[in-house]
C-alpha cells in the first residue's frame, strides 16, 4: 500500500515542475524513501512497495483500482499459502499413517 501513496506523490509531484529532468529527480528521491521506509520492520518488504507503485503507474494513477486489487491479491496469496501448508501437512500423516500400518 505505500507503494501506492509513493505512486501518487511522484504524479502529483511531477505535475507541478515544468521541467521534465525535475519530475526523473523527483522520481529518484521517492524511490530513495520507499528503500529507506524499509527501517520500519512493517515496511521492510520493498518489492511489494515496489510492486504497489508500478501498479499505481501501470493502471495511470487510478488508486481507487489498486488498493482494492492490492488487497485481494494479499488475501489469496496467503489462502494459497495456507491451504499448501495444510495439504503438505496432510499428505505427510498420510504417509506416515501409510507407513505404520504396513509394518
Known amino acids: 500500500m505505500s507503494g501506492v501513496f509513493w505512486a501518487m506523490v511522484i504524479i502529483h509531484g ?3 515542475v515544468s521541467l521534465e529532468i525535475l519530475g526523473y529527480v523527483i522520481t529518484a528521491v521517492v ?3 520507499m528503500c529507506i521506509q524499509a527501517k520500519q520492520s512493517w515496511l521492510a518488504y520493498i518489492p511489494g512497495t515496489f510492486i504497489g ?3 499505481t ?3 495511470d494513477g487510478n488508486w481507487k483500482l489498486v488498493v482494492p ?3 485481494l491479491g494479499g488475501i489469496f496469496g496467503y489462502l494459497m499459502k495456507s491451504s499448501g501448508l495444510w495439504l503438505y501437512q ?3 500423516q498420510s504417509q506416515v499413517n501409510a ?3 504396513a509394518r
Open 31 to 33: 524511490a530513495f524513501f
Open 57 to 59: 503507474f501501470a493502471a
Open 90 to 92: 496432510k499428505s505427510k
Open 14 to 16: 511531477s505535475q507541478f
Open 99 to 101: 507407513s505404520l500400518q
Open 53 to 55: 507503485s508500478c501498479a
Open 69 to 71: 486489487s492490492l488487497i
